[in-house]
């Protein structure tokens, strides 16, 4: 199956995986960090 | 900048990746998600007048405390009643309403604090935040289960996660700026909803301006509908006046209502709940990590279980969810009883994954059984069950407790009973679910029913 494909017969041009990669990291590097404090936090359960 | 706004404006050129579709949910998500971190305030804003103590003139908790339930509430009232417009009026206008709402809601917030006037709080994140709370969590659904036809679960999974992940971020990130902006005059949180309300109008624009809608009749090259239908997957549509009427639609708010009030009780509890039944064994900062944690485990559910869901379908996910946390919720008083902190902590987060995943995973239920036409209004009407277990799971939680308590029962068994009664409305849950069959024929739209509604859509878009 394609994986990602939009309008009938179009697949995605390449460089619409750099506008992927962007968007992406855009919102994934603030929830990163979140993720990074919370589990900083958390492993105070385990000392 | 209506015509901006517009459907029209927004249908995908050929060549559009779908992978930019989701990022563009999280975007919104992400930043609506804060609401989870508001008792990051409670403690300033108690202390607004005393700064370095609550003296007479603050804030009490009490009065605080309706600030994020008014937002819940009203997150539940405004994604029912704006849902039908958000249906027509597209994702990106959506979005952009709930921008201005959330943004403005911590400004007027913000004067609140800075005038010392509650009211404004209520008014200001209570009442228009709870709108852009609502408004953009069902900005995005109905669009991503448009572009994944072949990944439903997937896809709102992956907005939903950043409704949980949300709460990561704005919690580091308050701390950060209380401290930047604190004084010897100042707790520094009117300089905080300001900069927060700033920082979340500007990237949930950049979401809604990110949204586009798949052409009619656009499927994943390579993707067929599946041959063999599933009963419990209909390629007819029900529309949001007549899914009111119908027993699957209250099945499914129960399903929601009884696996979200389960959850958010332990959520609520948490800290002093891990406290009290192995006092002495953890500590206040041992126990906020176990919140921590928790926090983690609800937002992995959310991707993981709507994804699986794609592969299992929804009802054999949900029956999961009631049968495995039922066990679960029952194993905590024999935890407690033989003293073993990792077997409470591994109970309560595999519970918090599946309380995630049942938020993650009810947006793909409803369209599976109503089709896909309405899936965000008649979302919209179901999220009003997150309203009324807002309430139900703390209170049961916390009431239940006092009554124990208040009998002579040992903190450290004081929750044994609120146990077995969240397995009880599991179970329940557990039996609507049992419950839910393909909607009865005729609940559909008929075909002119259907043409006539996408003519109004259209319309509505000149």
């Known amino acids: ?47 | 900048m209506a015509g901006l706004l517009s459907r029209e404006r927004i249908i995908a050129p050929p060549g559009f990746n779908r992978w930019l579709v989701p990022p563009a949910a999280l975007a919104i998500h992400l930043c609506i998600g804060q609401a989870y971190a508001f008792s990051v305030f409670k403690i300033p804003l108690s202390r607004a007048v005393g700064i370095t103590q609550s003296v007479p003139g603050d804030w009490k908790f009490t009065e605080l405390q309706w600030i994020f339930s008014l937002a819940i509430v009203w997150l539940g009232l405004s994604a029912a009643i704006a849902g039908r417009w958000l249906e027509r009026a597209g994702p990106r206008k959506g979005g952009v309403v709930a921008a201005f709402c959330w943004g403005s809601g911590f400004a007027i917030a913000a004067l609140g604090v800075h005038l010392h006037t509650l009211w404004l709080l209520y008014l200001g994140y209570g009442f228009i935040g709870g709108w852009g709370l609502g408004l953009g969590y069902i900005s995005p659904v109905s669009t991503l289960i448009k572009w994944f036809p072949d990944r439903r679960g997937m896809a709102t999974g992956m907005a939903i996660m950043g409704f949980g992940g949300g709460a990561l971020i704005a919690a580091p990130l308050s701390d950060l700026l209380m401290k930047h902006f604190a004084s010897a005059t100042d707790v520094g949180v009117w300089q905080t909803f300001l900069t927060m309300g700033a920082i979340y109008f500007v990237a949930m624009m950049c979401g809604a301006f990110g949204y586009r809608l798949p052409p009619p009749d656009w499927r994943p090259v390579g993707w067929t509908p599946p041959t063999q239908r599933h009963a419990l997957v209909t390629t007819k549509h029900v529309h949001v006046d007549e899914a009111i009427k119908t027993p699957q639609f209250y099945l499914l708010w129960m399903v929601l209502c009884m696996n979200v009030s389960a959850g958010i009780g332990v959520i609520e509890q948490a800290s002093p709940m891990i406290q009290e039944i192995f006092k002495g064994a953890v500590s206040a900062s041992a126990a906020a990590g176990f919140v921590g944690l928790l926090s983690l485990f609800n937002i992995g559910g959310r991707i993981f279980w709507a994804s699986l869901s794609d592969y299992i379908r929804r009802k054999p996910t949900y029956m999961i969810f009631f049968t495995l946390a039922s066990v679960l919720y029952a194993t905590i008083p024999l935890a407690g009883r033989i003293g073993s902190v990792p077997l409470f902590v591994a109970c309560a987060l595999i519970i918090l994954t599946m309380y995630g995943g049942g938020f993650a995973t009810i947006p793909a239920y409803i369209a599976d059984i109503f089709g896909t036409q309405f899936v965000g209004a008649i979302h919209g009407r179901i999220l009003t069950a997150w309203s009324i277990a807002g309430v139900l799971g703390p209170v049961l939680v916390n009431y239940i407790r006092e009554y124990q308590v208040g009998n002579g029962v040992p903190k450290a068994d004081a929750y044994n009973v609120t146990m077995y009664v969240m397995v009880g409305l599991l179970v329940v849950g557990f039996f609507c679910n049992l419950a839910v069959r393909p909607v009865a024929e005729r609940h559909y739209m008929t075909d002119a029913q259907l043409d006539a509604e996408r003519r109004l859509i259209s319309e509505l878009k000149r």
């Open chain 1, 1 to 47: 199956m394609g994986m990602n494909h939009a309008g009938p017969g179009a697949p995605p041009s390449g460089s619409s995986w750099v506008r992927v990669a962007v968007a992406w990291t855009l919102v994934g590097l603030p929830l990163l960090w979140g993720v990074f404090n919370t589990v900083k936090k958390a492993m105070a359960l385990f000392r």
